[in-house]
């Protein structure tokens, strides 16, 4: 025997499971993600403003802002 305390078991009170009713039909939820995948590829197309910001910044240090076709980094002075 030693004379430490014996450990508590904790008190657990469990909570029913809760259903979320499905009201969307697949049908609706397939239109729905066409139309967020839609929306989500048309802003991926267009640059953010940090992006902008970015390579603003990398043109401003001369820095190789793309690659000719030998994959070669050039400036936008090079650029024909």
Known sequence: MTN???PTTPEVTPT???SVPRTNSVA???N???R????????MTQ???NEVAFFA???ELKLGVGLDDD???VQTDDVD
């Open 47 to 49: 640059p953010g403003e």
């Open 4 to 6: 430490e305390p014996s």
């Open 16 to 18: 029913p499971a809760r």
């Open 71 to 73: 994959g070669t980094p």
């Open 32 to 34: 729905e993600t066409m």
């Open 28 to 30: 609706a939820s397939d």
């Open 57 to 59: 910044r990398r043109r």
């Open 36 to 43: 967020w995948l839609d929306n989500f590829t048309e802003e």
